[in-house]
């Protein structure tokens, strides 16, 4: 009873940029895991057995090569069970903003973009599903060289998940995906963190609507909308509590979120508290609870 609400709002999200305010819409899941392999019970001379043993290293490294297909996609069958499409209006409303690729670039601190095929970049970190190798190991690693076949291996993965996409549906498909690329001889472990869900908020969700008057009223200038690429606990919140889950935030990537300098712009943490005030007379005028 305490924690009743008609309306969650978040505003642990951002801004596209200082002069383009935008309304986040959605948020991309999580899931992790790390797979070890073993092969022999100890290193062993790879002239004397090389050839002739499994190899856990050259396991790892099958096991990632066949993560994606030719075009980018993630290759383990049933990954993308469920995934809710991009319509085209949320392709045209990614496209209206002011994207610069190369200053993107610069920001990622990488040389060129790659991904699923057919998609944009922007849509690629908002609205779909992702694997990625987060780290990779096995054998020996220091100066100069070591004749081994090594006795383990190790590969730590992540998956972003988008909407229509559930944890334990990807984990199963992971899991099994695995089991039938092990070869015979290596044995191994997958051990999986706890995950967060994918959360979207239609566009024409009435409280969303509220959302966009209300930090247009303190910008002075209609919002633009947005998903993010990372991930929050807020498909838990709108279950537990039952209500929508909105998102109000005005940091801008110039803010460097989770470093050592990370700040706020005064100006927008004000403008973002005009917006808060300007929206609770929204709601009050344009929202009712469904019960």
């Known amino acids: ?139 020996y690693q220091g100066p100069g060289s070591k004749t081994i076949i090594p006795s383990s291996a190790m590969v730590k993965l992540s998956f972003r998940l988008v909407a ?33 869900r994918p959360c979207l908020t239609p566009l024409d969700h009435p409280a969303l609507k509220s959302v966009a008057r209300a930090m247009g009223r303190a910008f002075g200038t209609p919002v633009r909308f947005t998903r993010e690429g990372g991930s929050g606990p807020a498909a838990d919140l709108q279950d537990v509590l039952g209500v929508p889950v909105l998102f109000l935030g005005i940091s801008v990537p110039s803010d460097g979120w989770h470093a050592p300098d990370e700040k706020v712009e005064l100006d927008l943490l004000l403008k973002g508290a005009e917006a808060s005030a300007h929206l609770w007379d929204d709601l009050a005028e344009h929202w009712q609870r469904v019960p």
């Open 1 to 139: 009873d305490r924690l009743a609400a008609d309306v969650v709002i978040v505003s642990d999200t951002g801004m596209w940029s200082e002069d383009t305010p935008t309304v986040c819409t959605g948020m991309r899941g999580l899931a992790e895991c790390e797979i070890r392999l073993y092969g022999p019970d100890q290193d062993i001379h790879s002239g004397s057995f090389g050839g002739a043993v499994p190899n856990p290293a050259t396991a790892v490294a099958r096991l990632v090569a066949a993560l994606h297909d030719e075009h980018a996609r993630v290759a383990i069958p049933g990954f993308y069970d469920g995934v809710v499409e991009l319509t085209d209006r949320e392709r045209e409303l990614f496209a209206e903003l002011p994207f610069d690729e190369r200053e993107w670039l610069r920001a990622a601190f990488s040389h060129a973009t790659a991904g699923e095929a057919g998609y944009s970049t922007l849509e690629r970190v908002w609205a779909r599903p992702t694997a990625e190798v987060n780290g990779i190991g096995g054998g």
């Open 164 to 196: 229509g996409q559930d944890p334990d549906h990807i984990e199963k498909a992971v899991r099994d995906w695995v089991a039938g690329r092990i070869p015979d001889g290596v044995r191994y472990e997958i051990a999986f963190s706890p995950a967060t």
